[in-house]
């Protein structure tokens, strides 16, 4: 026994129903998958006549015909509808639930390094994200990361909402001296089953990156890179003679160059030029 509510009209009607009974009623089809705004349609039907033969639904029209009701929606409006056949006995309730999954292909898909921009050292791990927008229902998506063509990852959400949400996949990489040069991406499939989309809706990440990967014995190679500056000095002059100095100052210009002797570190080697 299981209980329902009524939804439709914000009308509260509590069902008492029976699923497992031998001549519960049947949809047509067994189960629908829509896309968000677009029609559907369902038929409930039973083996014989009932005085009490009917169909609670969350939005849509009925129309009924003998033993068969018709169920149909001009619109997809909700994103988790309620559709349920029932009929009446004296002694029971016998019912169907019609299994009905509303989705929404995502707007955009991305990828990129979190929290690193610039050339990867070999040897250490990096973390893809794949950012996924506006997509429903996230736990039937399927997302792959791809180290060029080949599958290096591949992801799925916990999250069981029915709503669009934007949600981040993310994937730990380790780097090697052979991956310089390779380009990864991403990739997001929409798996709804055999009364989904066929071949499922994919969208793949617009951009890709490409990864430089520097050997550990690249990155301890110096790096010099020269600039110069001109810096005005104050220098405090006092004559040696004076009992009592009176300072007085002159106006230097002093040139220098910063050689820096590695691209990894901050650490600078100022040379003056007086």
Not at 25 to 46: E, M, N
Not at 76 to 95: G, I, K, N, R, S
Not at 190 to 205: A, N, R, T
Request: charged content about 20%; aromatic content about 8%; glycine content about 4%.
């Amino acid at each position: 026994m299981r209980l329902y509510k009524n939804r439709m009209c914000g009308i509260v009607a509590v069902l008492f129903c029976n699923e497992n009974c031998a001549d519960k009623p049947v949809f047509t089809p067994s189960r629908l998958v829509v896309k968000h705004g677009d029609p559907t349609s369902a038929t409930c039907s039973v083996k014989d006549v009932y005085e009490i033969f009917n169909l609670e639904r969350s939005l849509g029209d009925l129309k009924t015909n003998g033993t068969e009701i018709l169920w149909k929606v001009e619109k997809m409006t909700e994103w988790d509808p309620f559709v349920m056949c029932y009929y009446e006995l004296a002694d029971h309730q016998c019912c169907s639930k019609l299994p009905l999954t509303v989705y929404k292909p995502p707007d955009n898909v991305s990828i990129s390094f979190r929290n690193h921009s610039g050339p990867l050292l070999e040897g250490h791990q990096y973390t893809l994200q794949c950012e996924v927008h506006n997509v429903a229902p996230v736990e039937n998506l399927i997302v792959t990361f791809y180290r060029g063509q080949t599958a290096v990852g591949q992801l799925q959400s916990n999250n069981t909402g029915k709503k669009p949400v934007t949600e981040i996949f993310t994937l730990n990489i380790n780097t090697r001296k052979e991956d310089d040069g390779v380009q990864y991406r991403c990739e997001a499939k929409l798996q709804l089953g055999p009364e989904g989309p066929q071949p499922p809706i994919v969208l793949s990440s617009h951009q890709r990156i490409r990864a430089t990967v520097l050997c550990e014995s690249d990155s301890k190679q110096t790096h010099t890179s020269v600039f110069s500056q001109e810096v005005k000095l104050f220098i405090c002059m006092t004559p040696s003679t004076s009992s009592t100095p009176t300072p007085s100052f002159k106006n230097h210009t002093l040139h220098f160059e910063a050689k820096c002797f590695s691209q990894f570190t901050t650490a600078c080697l100022l040379v003056l030029h007086l």
